[in-house]
């Protein structure tokens, strides 16, 4: 055979090689990674996982049947003090701007490590394990009209901090589990860390600080995905700004929820 005959072959061999090569070297990294920093559950610390099974296991999941069909807290089915007319009333609201929420479990000290190592040492790949518990408490009933997911997008501050933006990733991975698309839909907050400020600090700093991202799509349907819901101030200011932008229906879901 020809040599010119050849030169088709020989350059998808060189394709393939391009394509083969950065996968190799980005598996020869993490294996270099993972011989100098062992994976540890951030839970228990033990080797091998992000989330060993026994604490997977162990976490206080939130019970639907017992949960606020309305605010999602942990123990509100019958008679809810979280979104009562006085609570609302003290967030200066007379209904809950949110169609309907859900937290995947009850902040304690295990989900409080998990939101920690995954934010403040910057363990990216825990995004993954977070997401796919937040999926797993989406309603069927929020499924039916094909949401948007969206995230309320850390300040600049806070992403040169960590290195990423942790809201955006924990979002993808959750929509990458419901099989439903991501889209940029909110303005970036210029809020103070919302962490150390208490309840009604943490009302009054977001108010109305968030806004639709200028040009953005209004879609009919959103579910706003956040790490922790405290007050549910965060949540509360997104369903706002997504309203006004022309959304009509707008569920928030997080990992955890605070219960006091």
């Known amino acids: 055979m020809h040599l010119l005959d050849c030169s088709p072959r020989i350059e998808a061999m060189r394709t393939a090689a391009r394509k083969t090569a950065p996968n190799l070297m980005r598996r020869l990294g993490e294996a270099a990674a993972e011989t100098l920093w062992t994976t540890r559950c951030a839970v228990c ?57 859900a937290s995947a479990v009850a902040f304690d000290e295990a989900a409080q490590r998990l939101v920690g190592t995954f934010k403040d040492r910057s363990e990216a790949r825990l995004a993954a394990v977070l997401g796919s518990l937040i999926a797993r408490v989406v309603p ?32 993808q991975a959750t929509a990458d589990r419901l099989g439903l698309p ?34 953005a799509p209004a879609p009919p349907a959103v579910i706003v995905v956040d790490d922790v819901c405290t007050t549910g101030a965060t949540l509360y200011s997104a369903a706002d700004a997504l309203r006004e932008g022309g959304t009509r229906t707008v569920y928030g879901a997080a990992f955890a929820r605070v219960w006091d």
């Not at 976490?59 to 949960?67: F, N, T």
């Not at 850390?154 to 979002?171: E, N």
């Not at 208490?198 to 700093?205: E, F, I, P, T």
Request: net charge positive; aromatic share 4%.
């Open 45 to 101: 610390d033990a080797p091998g996982e992000l989330l060993c099974a026994p604490c997977a296991e162990r976490l206080a999941y939130v019970d639907a049947l017992r949960a606020c069909p309305r605010c999602g807290a942990p123990y509100g089915a019958v008679q809810c003090t979280e979104c009562s007319r006085t609570m609302l009333a003290s967030a200066r609201r007379a209904s809950l701007p949110c169609d309907a929420m």
């Open 140 to 171: 069927p009933a929020w499924m039916a009209e094909r949401p948007v997911v969206t995230f309320v997008p850390a300040t600049r501050a806070a992403r040169a901090r960590r290195g990423f933006d942790h809201g955006q990733l924990l979002a």
């Open 182 to 215: 991501l889209a940029a839909l909110l303005d970036q907050p210029s809020s103070a860390d919302q962490r150390r400020l208490g309840r009604r600090a943490r009302l009054g700093n977001m108010g109305k600080r968030l806004r639709c991202l200028p040009g």
